[in-house]
DNA sequence: ATCTATTATTTAGCGTACTAAACATTAGTG
DNA sequence: CACTAATGTTTAGTACGCTAAATAATAGAT
């Protein structure tokens, strides 16, 4: 099948290059893990219509609304410019509302329409099925978050000085 | 740690509702880890010439080529369709070369040109200015791939059964 | 040898995700 | 009360990333 990795040196010469392997990246596995996460959330966030990135926006919608574009930005993460469509799609499907703010038109304000509300019932089933599906246990769970959590304030810093 | 609960009553009613937090999601910390992570790569893979994906093809190929699509696609966890235009670009760019295997036409053999090899040299100087840039304390490092390693197997377990 | 099933790659279509630049509104200054 | 600077949103253009379907070649069984 794949002849597996026992003639590694094919190309490599191993002796200096560690730091330039794969698997020595921690970017890589974060990235890998994020895409992983991200393919056992769609057919759980399938029946409620929804995509991952959509998922979160109505995450932070359900906690916190009116927010402006710029707030949901903030908070993923993500650029407004990357935001807009994936509002529009929600909006499209009838379970958000945009419009300017009537004080400050510079803004538009995003709100969960009663429609989106009551997906909020269903979505509760979703962190419940995953954690079933994958099974995990939740101190080691705990450790990865607070670990992460620290990472990204690290990864903040870095990229706010650059 | 709820933190910051001042004004969050604006929507939730909080007595139910914390598992669908956004703080509460691990794939959450991940996603946005994943993409601080891109980010701070951007400019240091930009003088090479390489987005963050194609990067880590590189890595791949630098390691073991020449190397079929599905090999590369399996190490990266990417798709043969997200591949396929990712390669033709680094083609395009004249870091690769791709070429119908004589024995199995079955399969295209990915291997890095010259010029492509070359580009190896420069690279090395990436994890060492990304470490700089974010100035990580190893052991911590260390832990956090292990926990990521254990944490990226049981999702691929999760994957492979679903 | 031909038919079928399998494997490998590519194409088509949708949805993020970014940067840079355009656009619109507001706020501050003379 | 124009003018400029700042703030907020959208558009344009490039590059992932997925699924599903189309294409191509091989391997196995009649």
């Known amino acids: 099948m794949t002849g597996t990795v026992a003639d590694e ?6 002796e200096e290059a560690g730091f330039l392997r794969l698997d020595q990246h921690v970017c890589f596995a974060l990235y890998t893990a994020s895409g ?3 393919r056992i ?15 979160l926006a109505m995450l932070a919608l359900w906690e916190r609304s009116p927010s402006t574009v710029s707030e949901v930005s903030e908070r993923l993460g993500l650029e407004p410019a990357t935001l807009t469509p994936l509002l529009k799609r929600l909006e499209q499907a009838g379970l958000i509302t945009r419009r300017r703010d009537e004080t400050d038109e510079r803004r538009v304000l995003i709100e969960p329409t009663d429609e989106g509300r009551a997906l909020r019932e269903k979505a509760k089933a979703v962190p419940r099925d995953l954690s079933c599906a994958i099974g995990t246990d939740q101190a080691e769970l705990a450790e990865l978050r ?3 959590g620290d990472f990204i304030d690290r990864l903040k810093g870095a990229t706010s000085r650059e």
């Open 146 to 148: 607070r670990l992460l």
């Open 41 to 55: 959330y769609r057919p759980l966030l399938e029946p409620l219509g929804l995509t991952y990135p959509q998922y």
């Open 9 to 14: 040196a094919r190309q490599v010469p191993a």
């Open 36 to 38: 992983l996460m991200t």
